[in-house]
């Protein structure tokens, strides 16, 4: 296994934001490297100003930088699977203030996954790696940081510097050197202005991007 996977760019069929196309979900974070508080204010003001329904703003975060209490706590309550994250330089709880109605708390976990999407994304633009994770105790959590009762944790994303994947457990390795792959846009987008499905570019052989 080489110190990093090869190119992990998505092929797309026209040219995307590089920071999208460059976006993927490491396993090997460098356990050395640290997020500093100017990275870490970034992400999370592209989080906060992600698209939000009724300006309700519900989004919540708990953040913790490696070997301080709110690390440790969140690292704590990972899945085993996802104890790779023990590495990274910062882990930040999602949260989603569900509120007191059905559409508010359908919503807010709407609202909690582009935060997550323009977060991971500044990261990639900043040099660093993201991978968000479902695997961890939320009832734990909603104990151990005392968030009230309509305030929902949803995701753990962890922050840091992409590692070197020799050193990492064969199977984390073998995993994410799997080719990065994406149903086509035929499967996924149903209808385009009522005239059926577009006549998409095809796929190169090579990743389409700037």
């Given at each position: 296994?080489?110190s990093?996977?090869?190119?992990?760019?998505?092929?797309?069929?026209?040219?995307?934001?590089?920071?999208?196309?460059?976006?993927?979900?490491?396993?090997?974070?460098?356990?050395?490297?640290t997020?500093?508080?100017e990275?870490?204010?970034?992400?999370?003001?592209?989080?906060?100003?992600a698209?939000?329904?009724?300006?309700r703003?519900?989004?919540?975060?708990?953040?913790?930088?490696?070997?301080d209490?709110?690390?440790?706590?969140?690292?704590?309550?990972?899945?085993?699977g996802?104890?790779?994250?023990?590495?990274?330089?910062?882990?930040?709880?999602?949260c989603?203030?569900?509120?007191?109605?059905?559409?508010?708390?359908?919503?807010?976990?709407?609202?909690?996954?582009a935060a997550?999407?323009?977060l991971?994304?500044?990261?990639?633009?900043r040099?660093?790696?993201?991978?968000?994770m479902?695997g961890f105790?939320?009832?734990?959590?909603?104990?151990?940081?005392a968030l009230?009762?309509?305030?929902?944790?949803?995701?753990?994303?962890?922050?840091?510097?992409l590692g070197?994947?020799?050193?990492?457990?064969?199977?984390?390795?073998e995993?994410d050197?799997?080719?990065?792959?994406?149903?086509?846009?035929?499967q996924?987008?149903?209808n385009?202005?009522?005239a059926?499905?577009?006549?998409?570019p095809e796929?190169?052989?090579?990743?389409?991007?700037?």
């Amino acid at each position: 296994m080489p110190s990093q996977p090869d190119d992990r760019h998505a092929r797309t069929r026209v040219p995307i934001h590089p920071p999208i196309a460059a976006r993927w979900s490491p396993r090997a974070f460098d356990p050395e490297a640290t997020v500093t508080a100017e990275q870490l204010t970034a992400l999370l003001e592209a989080a906060r100003w992600a698209a939000t329904w009724g300006h309700r703003q519900p989004v919540r975060y708990v953040v913790g930088v490696r070997a301080d209490e709110a690390f440790t706590t969140i690292a704590g309550l990972l899945r085993r699977g996802n104890s790779y994250a023990h590495a990274a330089g910062a882990l930040i709880l999602v949260c989603a203030d569900q509120g007191e109605d059905e559409r508010t708390a359908l919503y807010s976990a709407v609202d909690a996954g582009a935060a997550i999407a323009n977060l991971s994304v500044e990261a990639v633009a900043r040099g660093l790696i993201a991978h968000p994770m479902a695997g961890f105790d939320v009832d734990g959590a909603s104990a151990a940081f005392a968030l009230p009762e309509e305030v929902r944790p949803l995701a753990v994303v962890a922050v840091g510097s992409l590692g070197d994947y020799t050193r990492v457990a064969p199977e984390i390795a073998e995993r994410d050197g799997r080719p990065r792959e994406r149903l086509p846009l035929d499967q996924i987008v149903l209808n385009w202005s009522g005239a059926g499905f577009p006549k998409f570019p095809e796929l190169g052989d090579d990743p389409v991007v700037e």
